[in-house]
């Protein structure tokens, strides 16, 4: 009779789970985002003396990741960044990232990044029309005007970024992908510079989660007539009553007439909570 070879588990939790007790198992993570070749986790404080067996458990399971850090703090401060640490593997914290034919360099614990947004910034830029000029706010280290210029046929993006760090990698980011005649990178804050653009834009694009909404009436000054708003926030789940009154106060605080044509989920942000996009249809 041939012996059947035992199969080793390919998910996190079911690798870790003989080597944590049984008590430290129910507070095994099994989800973490990937930036390119870094893992990114959240530890309960139930398992803080096993970081390093989790993280060296992440690495053997995964071979293109070479890198593991632990979230060691919630999103803080004006850039709402997270504090991260490496508990495995190479002792480097600027991820090397790619998405819809852009590489992009990502450095953790300065800048705030999602790859889970990857599939909406791609919606996005499939839903641009050629020669649009799309303004793209808080646009962090590139990866909204980035993934346009790399997806779309627009004419120009216009991105606004406060964040020192978040700009200065945008300006390596936009070298590395070669569309430096796409893309126009200002250093600043929307509320200083958004009077420059008085119905300059075709499209904004504004994924600033929790405050974005005190954005929304300069975003009506810089759209054209027929333009689009993409604007995303954090919700209750399925609660898009806030934002939408938000919206529409702030359509009518600068006389604009709009419609609404999509609002819908994007990704779960907690247990409680979901981020959320609406499309807006600005018509006069």
């Known amino acids: 009779m041939t012996k059947t070879k035992k199969q080793e588990p390919t998910n996190l939790k079911g690798a870790l789970k003989s080597k944590l007790t049984k008590k430290e ?36 399971l995964h071979k293109q990741i070479e890198t593991v850090c632990s979230i060691e703090s919630d999103h803080e401060g004006p850039f709402r960044v997270q504090k991260v640490k490496v508990i495995a593997g190479k002792k480097n914290l600027v991820a090397t990232y790619k998405e819809s034919a852009a590489t992009m360099l990502i450095p953790l614990g300065k800048v705030f990044f999602s790859p889970r947004l990857g599939s909406e910034r791609l919606r ?67 509320k200083r510079q958004y009077k420059k653009f008085k119905r300059k834009f075709d499209r904004i694009a504004m994924p600033l989660p929790h405050t974005g909404y005190q954005f929304l009436k300069e975003a009506f000054y810089c759209v054209k007539t027929k ?58």
């Open 25 to 60: 198992f129910e507070f095994a993570p099994k989800a973490f985002d990937t930036f390119g070749n870094i893992a990114v986790i959240e530890i309960p404080k139930e398992l803080e003396k096993k970081k390093k067996l989790i993280g060296e458990t992440l690495l053997g």
């Open 124 to 190: 996005v830029a499939n839903e641009i029309k050629k020669d649009e000029v799309v303004g793209c706010w808080f646009s962090g280290v590139g990866p909204y005007p980035i993934v346009f210029a790399k997806n779309s046929k627009m004419k120009k993006a216009i991105a606004i970024e406060l964040n020192p760090a978040a700009h200065k990698y945008a300006v390596k980011n936009v070298e590395l992908n070669k569309c430096e005649d796409k893309v126009e990178l200002i250093k600043g804050d929307v």
């Open 227 to 284: 333009g689009v708003i993409h604007f995303y926030e954090i919700v209750e789940k399925e609660d898009f009553a806030l934002p939408e009154k938000q919206i529409r106060e702030a359509a009518r605080e600068q006389k604009r007439k709009i419609r609404i044509m999509r609002k819908k989920r994007v990704r779960r942000f907690s247990p409680t909570k979901e981020q959320v996009v609406f499309d807006i249809k600005v018509l006069n």
